[in-house]
């Protein structure tokens, strides 16, 4: 994410608990993904993990941006 969609995250997020929300799941996806990413040979199983966690990050990301897309209209 741009460092200004991290900063909106930080300043509205505490009175947005939809946009915290998905902020934290989209972290720890991240680091789920960061984990099979990080492996040398991923099976069967991993592998469509590994679809599912980005499609999961992509659907999660493009609510965040709608979410944030209000907030910069705010500013």
Known sequence: MEQ???EL???F???DSVLA????QHMELEKELEKLDNKSY???DEQMRRADIKKRKLVGKDRIESI?????QTI
């Open 9 to 11: 995250i930080q300043k």
């Open 68 to 72: 944030l897309k209000k907030y910069r």
């Open 21 to 24: 929300n998905l902020y934290q």
């Open 42 to 44: 991923l099976t069967v």
């Open 13 to 15: 997020g505490s009175g």
């Open 4 to 6: 200004r969609d991290l």
